[in-house]
Structures are given as structure tokens and as C-alpha cells.
């Protein structure tokens, strides 16, 4: 993959990361889950769509640009970036385990990406 590609790849990955957070502060804001206008009027929900929904379609030019078994690992750093904004925004308790697994995780995205 040339850089530019995977800058690219990591912003999607980054755009999802930040998607979650917007999912969990939609969550907290939906006071009566079973109204459908605390849905379609909560503006948490409105942007985490939209983000989805943009990086889905930048992930398709990725697609487009890089083997699969190369930008989809890129997809792991996911697993360590929303709970590091979780922790930064939310004030949600960032635990040693999920450093080291995303510590592992990295190690296995630079062992794909040597393989390609």
C-alpha cells in the first residue's frame, strides 16, 4: 500500500473509532427508547450515521486501491483507538489489559502489512 493509501485507511479507521463514541453518547441521550422520535430527533445518532455512512464509502475507494489482507487489519486498531476516546471524552476507565492487547494488536498489523 503506498502512504497515501494507508493514511487514507487509517482515517477510516479513525472515523469509525470516532462513530462509536457518537453511538454511545446517542445511547446516553435516548431517554425513552421506545419513542421513535428520541431516535430520529437525537443529533448523537444523526452524526454517528452520517460519519458511518461517509467512511463507508471512503473505505470503498480504499478497497478499491489495496488488497483486502492488507487494509483490513488496519480495521484492528479500532479495538484500541474507541476505548483511548472513551477514556479521553467520556471519562471511561482505560484498563492495562486493553493496552496490551492493543499493544498486540499493533504487532500483528506490522506483521501484515511486512507481509504484503
Known amino acids: 500500500m503506498t ?3 494507508t493514511s487514507i485507511t487509517i482515517l ?3 472515523g ?3 462513530g462509536q463514541i457518537l453511538f454511545k453518547k446517542a445511547a446516553g441521550a435516548i431517554t425513552d ?3 421513535w422520535q428520541h431516535w430520529v430527533f437525537n443529533g448523537w445518532l444523526m452524526a454517528a450515521l452520517v460519519l458511518y455512512g461517509i467512511t463507508t464509502l471512503v473505505w470503498i475507494w ?3 486501491h489495496a488488497p483486502l489482507h ?6 484492528a486498531l479500532a479495538f484500541l483507538i474507541v476505548p483511548c ?4 471524552f467520556l471519562g471511561e476507565t482505560l484498563r492495562w489489559p486493553t493496552l496490551a492487547g492493543g499493544l498486540l494488536i499493533l ?3 506490522a506483521l501484515a502489512a511486512r507481509s504484503g
Request: aromatic share 14%; charged share 5%.
Open 62 to 64: 480504499v478497497l478499491r
Open 85 to 88: 476516546l472513551g477514556w479521553l
Open 12 to 14: 477510516c479507521v479513525l
Open 70 to 75: 492488507l487494509a483490513y487489519p488496519f480495521m
Open 3 to 5: 502512504a497515501f493509501v
Open 107 to 109: 504487532l500483528g498489523i
Open 16 to 18: 469509525i473509532s470516532l
Open 33 to 35: 427508547a421506545t419513542q
